[in-house]
């Protein structure tokens, strides 16, 4: 999508287009990058991404978002690239796509250079837009795989990671990180510009030490001195749940975009409402009525996936969505105890049917 014409509280500068933000006090004016994001023959705007999510960035949740709009750039969750080459993507709950979702970025949980020629051809095959490298996950079961936050503690494999995936593939190609073990400065800058350097179009950062709780603010200030460090694009990433943080976040780091996980994962139209107010896009006010995001959520987990695959997506899903309510544990507990997708939807119902 072409950036939309600038709205009279803009103005341009050079190719990129700042939105100037009014602070409530006589403080100085910032500003906030509005640009599209071009990595290789891959243009999306707005800059809003969606946050790879295991178990919940599946097909069925990236039609939801995609029904809302205002997503430039959607994400699988990530893939291992060792089964990825023997994967059905019929059947693979990971894998299935539908036409609707596009662009649509395949991150791979990748510990060795050798994983990288299969998994990157698989990609070619299932026409992956961009390719995405996690570099970010702090998962002990991820760890002991060499793989994911593992692959910061050991940057020459990175490095031989990258050079190697650089060769395979012209499409894209993009990392996401965490800020490392501790706030160590140089490290964190050796690792990114070596990233880079090898061929990195796009990093995406999560704001957040390796051992940080999502429970902690975000380090967003980090990200603008990435920002400084790098010529490619920098997307920030870590605790936007609002378009308030969304507007916070771009002042403090002045990042090139946006990066949302569970935060729309809780309100799907999230992206919607942060294309429309701070990237001036032109998408209908989100009409949301919250039991018919989650009846359609369930429809498309049960059209899409094999029965066995259905309930714990969709419990997965419940968790963050029950957010929204006031008494939302109780939705959250009564779907954690269903034993069927039937069960399920009766539950749901008669909690929406008692929480207006
Ligand atoms: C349930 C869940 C699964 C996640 N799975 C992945 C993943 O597959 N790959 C990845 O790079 N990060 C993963 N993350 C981290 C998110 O991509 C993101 O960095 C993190 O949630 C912070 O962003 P947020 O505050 O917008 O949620 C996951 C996070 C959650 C909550």
Redesign the pocket.
Same mark, same amino acid.
């Given at each position: 999508m072409a950036a939309p014409p600038l709205s009279p509280c803009s103005r341009a500068q050079g190719n990129v287009y700042y939105k100037i933000e009014k602070t409530a006090t006589a403080k100085p004016i910032r500003t906030i990058p509005l640009h599209q994001i071009q990595i290789r023959n891959l243009e999306f705007y707005p800059p809003l991404l969606l /946050?790879? =999510? /295991? %178990?919940?960035t599946h097909s069925a949740l990236r039609q939801i978002f995609s029904g809302f709009g205002g997503v430039g750039l959607l994400s699988t969750?990530?893939l291992s690239a060792k089964s990825l080459p023997t994967e059905n993507p019929k059947v693979s709950p990971c894998l299935i796509r539908t036409v609707l979702e596009k662009p649509l970025s395949y991150?791979l949980l990748i510990s060795t250079d050798r994983e990288i020629i299969p998994a990157i051809d698989a990609l070619h095959k299932l026409h992956a837009d961009a390719i995405d490298l996690?570099m %970010?996950?702090p998962a002990r079961s991820v760890g002991n795989l060499g793989a994911g936050f593992s692959l910061m503690e050991q940057p020459e494999n990175a490095r031989r990671i990258v050079v190697e995936a650089r060769k395979r593939t012209q499409l894209p190609l993009t990392a &996401?990180i965490r800020l490392g073990v501790e706030l160590d400065e140089q490290a964190l800058k050796a690792f990114c510009t070596m990233l880079e350097d090898e061929g990195i179009d796009m990093l995406s950062v999560?704001a957040r030490l390796k051992k940080e709780s999502?429970a902690r603010r975000?380090r967003w200030e980090w990200i603008a001195k990435i920002k400084e460090w790098l010529r490619i694009p920098v997307i920030a990433?870590?605790?936007?749940f609002t378009v308030q943080d969304a507007k916070d976040c771009l002042r403090v780091c002045g990042a090139d975009g946006l =990066?949302? %996980?569970?935060?729309a994962v809780v309100k799907p139209w999230l992206f919607a409402e942060i294309a429309r107010d701070l990237y001036d896009c032109n998408i209908v006010e989100p009409l949301v009525f919250l039991p018919v995001v989650y009846g359609n959520f369930t429809d498309l987990v049960n059209e899409l996936f094999r029965p066995e695959r259905r309930l714990g997506r969709l419990k &997965?899903f419940t968790h963050y969505f029950g957010r929204n309510y006031k008494f939302g544990h109780q939705l959250v507990s009564s779907i954690q105890g269903s034993n069927s997708m039937e069960e399920a939807r009766e539950r749901a119902g008669i909690f929406f049917e008692n929480n207006t």
């Open positions: /946050a790879p =999510m /295991a %178990g919940l969750e990530m991150q996690n %970010g996950c &996401k999560h999502f975000p990433n870590g605790g936007i =990066m949302l %996980g569970r935060g &997965k």
